[in-house]
Every structure is written in C-alpha cells, then in structure tokens.
C-alpha cells in the first residue's frame, strides 16, 4: 500500500527541512519592513542558501522573495484601506518608494493600485474606504 505522506513534487537530494522553512517564514513576518537577503535567512534557519529555497518552496509554494513580496503587498492594502496614502504604506510595508510597491501590486494582483482603492470604494459596502481623487 501507498504511503499517504506529503513529499516533494521533485526528488530530493537531501532532507527537506520544515523547521528551517518555519524558522526562516517567521524571520520574513518579523522583518516586513526591512530589506532581508537570502543569507540573512539562510543564518537564521541553519540552511545553506540553496537548500533553504528548496525547503520554503516545498512547504509554502513559493519563493520567500515572492512570500516577503505577498505579505508587504497584504500591509500595503491593509494601510490604504485604513486610509493611509499610497506612498506612505509602501515605505511602511517595506518597499522603497510607491513606484516600486505598484511594480509589484501590478504584477501581483494584475491592477494598479490606485485604481483597485477607487473600485474598492466604488463597491457596494466600500463607503467606509477613502477613495483616490480621479486624475
């Protein structure tokens, strides 16, 4: 009979670490707003670069660039439904100004995103979001 564990949809020539994976997810939560390179959370996970990315990609689906990525594009549409402008939730979240934030929105989510704030004013139950001027 079949083993019913969860591996990796390519062979392995290793382990593949959870608990590095865990480490390093948790270093990116905890330094959303700072820049962070692969061997920052190689360090922090006890992995060599390569193995790491291996071990994130198997557990998570995706890279922990995408992953930082995602989460500080979360915080960004957090902060501007909240009403903090564009510009500034980008540098919060972590980017290093707005134009490199929509690079990223767009590429992510397919809309820039001033435009996704004013559809979601415009939306049914959106009346609480402060919508950008048109222009």
């Known amino acids: 009979m079949r083993s019913m564990a969860w591996s990796p949809p390519w062979p392995s020539r290793g382990r593949v670490d959870f608990a590095a994976a865990l480490r ?41 660039h995408r992953y930082l990525t995602l989460r500080r594009l979360d915080r960004v549409r957090l902060q501007v439904r909240l009403g903090v402008d564009l510009a500034q939730a980008a540098v919060a979240a972590g980017f290093y100004d707005q134009s490199h934030m929509t690079r990223h929105f767009r590429q992510a989510f397919g809309i820039a995103p001033a435009r996704w704030l004013r559809d979601l004013a415009a939306a049914p139950g959106g009346s609480g979001v402060k919508a950008l001027p048109q222009g």
């Not at 920052?40 to 198997?58: E, I, V």
């Open 24 to 64: 390093a997810r948790e270093y990116l939560e905890d330094h959303l707003d700072q820049p962070v390179t692969l061997d920052d959370l190689a360090r922090c996970a006890g992995r060599d670069r390569w193995s790491l990315s291996r071990d994130f990609r198997a557990y998570f689906g995706t890279s922990p």
